[in-house]
């Protein structure tokens, strides 16, 4: 069975940074795109970054430069580390695989909160 439980999320001031952590079970993550998602009220998901099994990372245009993605294959974890966090980064975050054509294959963990306060 699939798992995969973020941890890591909390309350920030502008500027501030975080850690996030996606234990995943019953999936490989160093053999599978794996990305990080996020979703603010209102708004659609999106993907904020993403890791190949080769390496290869893609972080959206709208976190670049502040956010990366990586991977502790022994520990099957992936990682995001946050900084110079802004408050439109408020959202839930989730990690994921990729989606299929009917759209994603692996259960959606309970994700993490995010909140940038002023």
């Known amino acids: 069975q699939v798992q995969l439980v973020e941890s890591g999320g909390g309350l920030v001031q502008p500027g501030g940074s975080l850690r996030l952590s996606c234990a995943a079970s019953?999936?490989?993550?160093?053999?599978?795109?794996m990305g990080w998602y996020r979703q603010a009220p209102g708004k659609e998901r999106e993907l904020v970054a993403r890791?190949?099994?080769?390496?290869?990372?893609n972080i959206a245009q709208s976190v670049k430069g502040r956010f990366t993605i990586s991977r502790d294959n022994a520990k099957n974890m992936v990682y995001l580390q946050m900084n110079s966090l802004k408050p439109e980064d408020t959202a839930v975050y989730h990690c994921?695989?990729?989606?299929?054509?009917?759209?994603?294959?692996?259960?959606w963990g309970p994700g993490t909160q995010v909140t940038v306060f002023l």
């Open positions: 994921n695989s990729d989606p299929g054509p009917t759209g994603w294959s692996t259960p």
């Open positions: 019953g999936i490989i993550v160093s053999s599978n795109p």
């Open positions: 890791i190949t099994p080769g390496g290869t990372t």
